[in-house]
């Protein structure tokens, strides 16, 4: 078991290089999210032991919908498939799932099983998955201003009283800690629109290998590195 003073306790991986893995290979892009989903199960199973009480991963973002409309079909059809596979394992493995993103654009029969898979999981408490379906960081904080203008509108908060703590209870992620470690694959740096707001202060680690070939020891690798960082928060080294 890490250190827990420094272990991370909250890990986001943004599991990107699915399209090349299977380009590759020859391959159609929807067979390589077919073995990146594959992945999943491995790196949540290697949370517990290594003190990664919340694992967020993001699944589909709100500019993933300018794909061809073959690949965005064929990942929803993925996404549901996924959770009538999983959700077994996951209640057995004690994993409280939740979704963050905008539902409102996902298709009914999706939306069902992601609340029915919220549900099953409610009382799981050995760790937290949550995917990131249909998310974007821009478009949840201007979710939750909305939101929260609503809530002055109707004389519920007085505009006074608005602070940084408060906009976050807003937030899809309004029972999440912030992100410690921010991990993505595939060689790109960069964020592309996750998490925002939340990794403020987060580390991150971009690494090269495609998402299907990501595994359980090179998570714990980089979890372990995270270890030996030193984060100052804008203050100085003690
Ligand atoms: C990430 O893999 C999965 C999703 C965005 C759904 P990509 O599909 O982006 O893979 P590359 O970046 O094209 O290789
Ligand atoms: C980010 O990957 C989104 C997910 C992993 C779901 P993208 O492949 O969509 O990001 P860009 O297009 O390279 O920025
Ligand atoms: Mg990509």
Known sequence: M????????????????NGRWAQMRGRPRLMGHHAGAKRVREIVEACPDVGVKHLTIFAFSTENWKRTQTEVAGLMRLFKRYIRRETQ????????????????????????????????????????LTIALNYGGRDEVTRAVKRLAYDVEQGKLSHSNVNAEVLSGYLDTHFLPDPDLVIRTSGEARISNFLLWQSAYAEYEFVDTLWPDFTAAEFVKLVSRFGQRERRYGGIAV
């Open 2 to 17: 890490a250190d827990t003073a420094k272990s991370a306790g909250h890990v986001a991986v943004i599991m990107d290089g």
């Open 89 to 128: 394992d996951l209640i057995n493995n004690g994993v409280r799932v939740r979704f963050i993103g905008d539902r409102i654009r996902l298709e009914d029969s999706l939306v069902a099983l992601m609340d029915d898979l919220e549900l099953a999981t409610s009382h799981n408490t050995k760790m937290n």
